[in-house]
DNA sequence: TATGGAACGTA
DNA sequence: CGTACGTTCCATAG
């Protein structure tokens, strides 16, 4: 047996029977419990990816390849029609998961080879001969036995016993062993006992015993037919009768060996998979926890060090000590664009969770900046003359720099330092190129776009590296860190020269210049001012809020015999409702029955029981109490909530709020009116006491698209300024305006909503509690009304199918591939989201347009007032006295104004002392 | 200890 | 079988 570790030869190939091996996985895992959530199985995908990398893992093979059938006529089943005719149906499930193999391994840069006419195994053969040839060792991994014959001293065979985790490695002695003849000599074996699988009968009544023994004392199976009249008894008599089957079986199970293939034994060598596909794949496949696996062993075949390319080493630097020597390096190079990259420390984390503490930001202890081929280095935590001449280049607006994320380093600086002349932001870039990635990191970028590694192994030249001992280890030390901040601003630089290009050729590049780049600097300064708290009436209402969930948790103990289940628990819940209480069953989950709000309403109308009722009050409790938790957790020590926005989360384009989300603040309950009003208005630096000021869009999401459908209804409805829904309702029930009942207005206002999110005629059915027929006839009397709409939702469709994505009236764009899926749940959800995102979109585009104008506006008009939060379509300001209505024309202006629309753009402003207040 | 699902809050 | 999010808890995997 050879040792695989034994890693003496520097050749060795992997070469896999794709189909036997996927078929093999299929059939070890249970396919139920490999769906995604479209219900696209994967059992097989993930069988055959775990296996191969066991294979990587135990061979460590430098070379890798897959083979596989096609579904054409094979020289076999040419010969021979009933070739593996008999053969269940292929199960349903297995469909489709080729295919995704197929582009698990083009991710992998592992070539799978097909050829027309001829089956994997002869693919196989042809590349385990002429790997034996160069004279490289081989593992060839199938779970059909033919492949045997392949065997010699460098040649082996894996194959699998059962499932895919069990592959003993066959060689010469164990085929010997197991079958008493050589492994040349096995097709003559099977030959003679037949292969049931592939439906060809040998001879009844022998088996590999008696066969093997024939072998033997004749030699080979030409000695063996030769002297069939020589063999006595019943098993002689089968023989003679049943030669023809042993000749084709022979001609049939010897594999071809010099096939012409369309690739070479070089172009399978193992390399460094394709992340970004990679990680993209594994997305849609839901494969998480193997993914990492995937990484690890790659890195480890390969060694995460890959040589570095020609052009991939990071250039000479200076360490400045000296504002001379950053005056001398700008002046060198300021006039190209400068890569600038802030080393940031922290923020501090709240021990155990894992968030920062309130109101730190970090602080910026290191700037490089990178030219084509000199870096700099300047540590800022000192008062250096070197940093501060630093500092006064990256506040310089003639200097031209790509940073990455703009808002975090002004956020870090705090008021040390500010920033200008940013031409590049390299993670807002990225996500105008790619609203939807999974990661923004500066890694994963450099990883996609650039083909390299921010973190090499590189350490700076040697030549640093001082005899004096003691100075000797710190001395590297920094030197590494030097190194590291301007790899990682020359990346910056890099990954700037790649984005530029293709934003402007997309279109978007005042998208990124003059929207989103200067609207990272005023959500910095929103995030500053965060929003005050009246942190007794939190304290207050988490007290409330407690009681009533430990009131509501006692009730439905008694209601359940006392028994304390954990009502948090789904699961539990399950047991109680389900099984226990034998209530009806609801809605199907991944892990069960639904214990959500709709399902226990559906429960309680049925059965009364007065455990639903206090279970529903314990949820709605409990969820207040989490929410009043985490803000009072939020507040930091001046006693305001500062929020993050993120600028490059949402696909469509909106901001998303964290640590806390503000944007998730409960508003059409009592209770969580009262949540709102401990969000207050704060006191000024000089005592003075402030207001709040909230203004939010009406309809505009309705608006964008009278305005992008061009009906001339809709217009009307908005231009008329009357109430829209009652005059829609007018339309779909014709009716006078007048005589709109409150039931017809909300019905059609569910519907004009659902709209613009691919509401189909059954959720619409769902949600008003009507029948599907009566939400089919709503929604055409409304198509009927507003045709335009009707056409512009299906156009916008069709046009997104063409070009593959959707934009938005500012050219934001987002990529739809599932429009083309062959899984019709994919293909629905990418029509859904085609729908939504140039609405959603565009209302994203226009209040960001907005915060920019009001931004501007209260600098130039020099007010102390401040904007604070923004929640999609609303936006909030902080008024100082005295500037009451000079702020809220600014808002009202600004807001109404920022696009010009076919129709009015609509705006409600309130202030008050809190935020509930404001709202009214 | 990390990850995913269920549930639920907002626009 | 309505889009877009973030947070929380529990259960599971390791």
Avoid: C
């Avoid at 130039?860 to 923004?870: A, G, K, Y």
Wanted: proline share 4%; net charge negative; charged share 25%.
């Amino acid at each position: 047996m050879t040792d695989p570790s034994n890693d003496t030869t520097p050749h060795r190939l992997l070469v896999i029977d794709g189909h036997s091996m996927a078929f093999r996985a299929f059939y070890a895992l249970p396919a139920e419990n490999f769906a995604t959530a479209t219900g696209q199985h994967t059992n097989a995908v993930y069988g055959f990816l775990t296996m191969l990398l066991t294979m990587i893992r135990q061979q460590q093979p430098t070379h890798v390849a897959v083979a596989f059938d096609l579904d054409t006529p094979t020289r076999r089943s040419e010969e021979y029609a009933e070739y593996k005719a008999g053969r269940s149906e292929t199960p349903q499930e297995f469909y489709g998961q080729i295919d995704l193999i197929v582009k698990v391994m083009e991710a992998l840069r592992i070539p799978t080879i097909t050829l027309d006419g001829f089956e994997a195994d002869d693919i196989v053969a042809t590349l385990a001969t002429l790997s034996e040839d160069a004279g490289w060792e081989t593992r060839v991994v199938s779970g059909d036995r033919d492949v045997f014959q392949l065997i010699t001293d460098r040649t082996l065979v894996l194959y699998p016993k059962k499932g895919v985790s069990d592959i003993p490695l066959m060689d010469a002695a164990a085929v010997e062993e197991k079958y008493k003849v050589s492994p040349a000599q096995y097709p003559e074996l099977a030959a003679l006992v037949g292969e049931t699988a592939d439906n060809l009968p040998g001879i009844p009544g022998v088996g590999p015993g008696f066969a093997a023994k024939w072998l033997k004392e004749y030699g080979d199976l030409d000695g063996v037919l030769a002297n069939a009249d020589k063999i006595t008894g019943k098993k002689g008599e089968s023989l003679r009768e049943h030669m023809d089957n042993v000749h084709r079986n022979r001609r049939l199970n010897a594999l071809v060996r010099d096939l012409e293939l369309p690739v070479t034994l070089e172009a399978t060598t193992l390399e460094q998979p394709d992340r970004e596909q990679l990680e993209e794949l594994f997305d849609a496949l839901e494969f998480n926890r193997v993914r990492q696996r995937v990484f690890d062993t790659f890195d480890e075949r390969l060694g995460t060090t890959t040589e570095p390319a020609q052009d991939d080493v990071t250039p000479d630097f200076t360490v400045a000590d000296s504002a001379q020597q950053v005056n001398d390096f700008l002046a060198e190079h300021g006039g190209e664009l400068l890569g600038v990259y802030a080393e940031i420390t922290g923020p501090e984390m709240v021990a155990k969770r894992k968030i920062p503490v309130p109101g730190d930001y970090g602080t910026v202890t290191g700037v490089s900046f990178a030219a084509d081929d000199a870096g700099l280095f300047v540590d800022l935590t000192s008062d250096s003359a070197a940093a501060k001449a630093a500092r006064d280049a990256l506040a310089d607006p003639a200097l031209d720099t790509a940073v990455y994320d703009v808002k975090s380093i002004i956020k870090a600086f705090g008021s040390t330092a500010s920033i200008d002349g940013v031409q590049d932001d390299a993670l807002i870039s990225a996500y105008i190129l790619q609203p939807d990635r999974r990661s923004y990191e500066l890694s994963a970028l450099v990883e996609g776009y650039l083909n390299a590694n921010l973190d090499t192994g590189e350490t700076p030249a040697a030549g640093q590296q001082a005899l004096d001992l003691d100075g000797a280890e710190e001395e590297s030390k920094a030197q590494q860190r030097a190194h590291d901040a301007v790899r990682a601003a020359w990346m910056i630089r890099r990954l700037s020269q790649v984005f530029t290009p293709a934003v402007i050729e997309r279109g978007a590049q005042q998208l990124l210049q003059n929207l989103e780049i200067p609207l990272a600097v005023v959500l910095a300064e929103l995030e500053f001012a965060g929003v005050a708290i009246d942190e007794a009436r939190l304290g207050e209402l988490l007290q409330q809020f407690s009681d009533e969930a430990d009131a509501a948790q006692e009730s439905a103990w008694a209601a359940n015999d006392g028994e304390k289940v954990n009502l948090g628990s789904p699961k539990q819940l399950q047991v109680v409702l389900f099984e226990k209480m034998d209530m009806p069953k609801t809605r199907k989950t991944k892990t069960g029955y639904s214990t959500d709000v709709d399902s226990l309403n559906d429960l309680l109308e049925r059965t009364g029981h007065a455990f639903l009722q206090n279970l529903m009050l314990y949820r709605d409790a409990t969820k207040l109490k989490q929410t009043v938790q985490g803000l009072k957790d939020a507040v930091a020590e001046d006693h305001r909530i500062h929020t993050t926005f993120s600028q490059t989360t949402a696909a469509t384009g909106r901001l998303s709020s964290l640590n806390p989300n503000l944007q998730n603040i409960p508003v059409r309950t009592e209770a969580g009116r009262q949540i709102r009003d401990v969000f207050t208005a704060g006191t000024l630096p000089t005592g003075e006491q402030t207001q709040l000021l909230t203004a939010d869009y009406s309809q505009i999401e309705m608006r964008i698209m009278a305005h992008l459908s061009e009906d001339e209804g809709l217009i009307t409805a908005f231009k008329d300024g009357e109430d829209l829904h009652r005059f829609v309702g007018a339309n779909v029930f014709d009716v006078d305006p007048q005589d709109v009942t409150s039931e017809m207005r909300s019905k059609v206002k569910a519907m004009s909503y659902g709209l613009a999110y691919g509401l189909s005629s059954f959720g619409l059915s769902k949600q008003l509690r009507i029948s599907v027929d009566e939400a089919r006839e709503l929604m055409s009397a409304y198509f009927d009304r507003f045709g335009a709409v009707q056409t512009y939702l299906r156009d916008v469709v069709k046009q997104a199918r063409k070009d593959g994505f959707t934009e938005t009236m500012l050219g934001r764009r987002r990529y739809l591939p599932d429009l083309t899926s062959d899984n019709r749940q994919l293909r629905d959800m990418a029509e859904r989201a085609a729908l939504n995102a140039p609405i959603q979109g565009s209302a994203a585009d226009i209040i960001k347009l907005a915060m920019l104008g009001v931004q501007r506006e209260l600098t130039e008009q020099q007010l102390r007032s401040r904007m604070i939060l923004q929640i999609h379509d609303e936006l909030i300001l902080e008024l100082a006295p005295g500037e009451e209505e000079q702020a809220e024309r600014i808002l009202t202006e600004q807001m109404s104004s920022a696009i010009e629309l076919r129709v009015p753009l609509d705006v409600q402003v309130g202030r008050g002392r809190s935020w509930n207040d404001a709202a009214h």
